[in-house]
């Protein structure tokens, strides 16, 4: 079986298939997972189990983005990722830290993370972009609007594929002059961030503009709300986050056709599958 290999900045690649990235929310609240790998132990078996069934990266997080989500103070976030990370990155696991706090990142590298995961796009600290300029790792940066308490009043586009194309635009240059090389980004429309399921779905049918800007794209849908809406039952009741796993792997095949460079995921397995059937289709065109 093919393996990942890093370009010169550490981002992970593959001949045979899109990377996928193995979400380890280290957090008690996030809205899938949450709760359940806050032990380290228990986090650090997780994660093993995610690079045995193929995640090229593994994305630790210590603080939860879903919508209305409070943040937690920034001694917190460390106590609960750098440990973690600490132990993946001695494991020789590739990791990313999923945070925007300049702060934490920092900390994150100096214990061992390869990748900056920022969901902010370098808006939530301004102190992100020299630290990842002086790093030299690779930065996702996402499409954002404002903190998770407030994103559902910030959903408001003229046309959301154009908008969230500028604003990301807008975040590239603002990385670029603050000494970030090209070469470092990876964009990220930002499913579901002051987005409705209208929009989600406008961005993923239109993912090749993001694919057309250059750079690496990652697409993080797994198990989100939008496709809980879409599999809703009869009574319109949302399908459980469990229940969400075939749709999210639908639409990583989708988005390997589509160009993304990653997918963001909770379950490793079925999707590495869908990145490999896709790329089999992609590579007898
Ligand atoms: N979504 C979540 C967390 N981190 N990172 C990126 N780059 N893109 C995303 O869309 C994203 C993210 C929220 O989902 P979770 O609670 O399952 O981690």
């Known amino acids: 079986m093919a393996e990942s290999r890093t370009d010169h900045h550490g981002l992970p690649t593959r001949d045979d298939r899109v990377v996928v990235m193995g979400v380890?929310?280290?957090?008690?609240?996030?809205?899938?997972d949450g709760g359940r790998y806050a032990d380290l132990d228990a986090?650090?078996?997780?994660?093993?189990a995610m690079v045995a069934e193929g995640a090229d990266v593994i994305d630790v997080g210590g603080e939860s983005t879903r919508p209305g989500a409070v943040r937690v103070p920034a001694a917190e976030e460390i106590a609960r990722v750098i440990p973690v990370i600490t132990r993946l990155a001695a494991a020789g696991i590739v990791v990313s830290v999923d945070t925007y706090r300049g702060e934490v990142a920092e900390r994150a590298l100096q214990a061992g993370a390869r990748i900056i995961n920022d969901v902010s796009g370098g808006l939530g600290d301004p102190a992100m972009a020299k630290i990842v300029a002086q790093a030299g790792c690779p930065w996702v940066i996402m499409h954002w609007r404002g903190?998770?308490?407030?994103?559902?009043?910030?959903?408001?586009?003229?046309?959301?594929?154009?908008?969230?194309?500028?604003?990301?635009?807008a975040r590239i240059d603002d990385a670029v002059d603050a000494?970030?090389?090209?070469?470092?980004?990876?964009?990220?429309?930002g499913l579901g961030f002051a987005k409705n399921a209208q929009h989600?779905?406008?961005?993923?049918?239109?993912?090749?503009?993001?694919?057309?800007?250059?750079?690496?794209?990652l697409l993080a849908a797994s198990r989100k709300s939008?496709?809980?809406?879409?599999?809703a039952d009869d009574a319109g009741d949302p399908r459980p986050t469990a229940g969400r796993e075939d749709g999210t792997t639908a639409l990583?095949?989708?988005g390997a056709l589509a160009g993304v460079w990653g997918v963001r995921v909770h379950s490793v397995r079925p999707n590495v599958d869908a990145a490999l059937v896709a790329h089999a289709i992609g590579a007898a065109r």
């Open 252 to 254: 990583t095949t989708f």
């Open 226 to 231: 939008f496709l809980g809406s879409l599999l």
């Open 24 to 32: 380890l929310n280290v957090t008690p609240d996030s809205f899938s």
């Open 179 to 189: 000494g970030v090389q090209p070469g470092q980004l990876v964009v990220d429309p």
């Open 43 to 48: 986090a650090v078996e997780h994660a093993v």
């Open 147 to 169: 903190h998770s308490r407030r994103m559902t009043e910030l959903a408001h586009y003229d046309d959301v594929v154009t908008d969230v194309l500028d604003e990301l635009r």
């Open 200 to 217: 989600n779905w406008r961005l993923l049918a239109h993912l090749e503009v993001f694919v057309d800007l250059g750079l690496p794209v």
